[in-house]
């Protein structure tokens, strides 16, 4: 007698292995991480990862024929987001286990903030005391449409472009500490070092926005 048990588990595998095949792009890790921040069309996309339209629409084929993202139609433009929530849990764990398995990651980190020694990263506990207490300003550094599909409660949307005048615009003894992709951005540590030269008193936030929810 015949068994079907191992045909069945391996065409079980064989669909498992279609998002590893998926993952193992580079650009397209990196476009389902911008896709975490919220949705976006294909010129927002291209212009955020460096890569041409073309090219990102052929990323995003492949990770819509594995149900990682999905897309609507706004008049001419095709605005994409990721599939469900689900897929943004995974690309933390996924984040935490290639960290702890992968030595050249906490190695290429650490190389970035050695670059600016100056900066220090303030910690969700110390975070959330000073602003119970009122006594420090979160910047999200991000784009208006990311702050609003979500941010860190009580944060304040400041785009890049619009920076130097907010600053312009407190009282020299604000602390502030701000936050941007997470950390694996180095936007976030270039703005504080800028902030702290502006004469402020600064930090970083290492985590991004889904890794401050899970948290």
């Not at 069945?8 to 669909?15: G, M, S």
């Not at 050249?104 to 900066?119: A, T």
Request: proline share 4%.
């Amino acid at each position: 007698m015949t068994f079907s048990e191992p045909s069945i588990k391996r065409r079980l595998y064989q669909q498992f292995a279609r998002i590893g095949k998926c993952l193992s792009s580079d650009k397209r890790l990196e476009l389902m991480d911008l896709l975490s921040n919220g949705p976006k069309s294909v010129e927002s996309l291209a212009q955020q990862s460096g890569l041409s339209v073309a090219n990102v629409s052929q990323h995003l084929q492949v990770l819509r024929e594995s149900h990682l993202v999905k897309f609507r139609k706004e008049g001419t433009y095709a605005i994409y987001c990721l599939e469900d929530p689900v897929v943004a849990e995974f690309l933390l764990v996924l984040w935490r286990l290639c960290e702890n398995r992968l030595a050249d990651i906490p190695r290429i980190k650490e190389e970035l903030l050695h670059q600016y020694e100056g900066v220090c990263t303030i910690t969700k506990e110390m975070l959330l005391r000073q602003i119970a207490n009122d006594t420090i300003v979160v910047l999200d550094l991000r784009p208006r449409d990311e702050y609003a599909a979500g941010h860190i409660e009580g944060a304040v949307s400041v785009p890049l472009e619009e920076l130097d005048d907010y600053l312009s615009s407190l009282c020299p003894k604000t602390v502030l500490a701000a936050y941007c992709y997470g950390p694996y951005c180095n936007t976030t540590i270039e703005v504080v070092e800028h902030i702290q030269k502006r004469g402020f008193t600064a930090f970083r936030i290492n985590e991004s926005v889904q890794e401050w929810k899970s948290l």
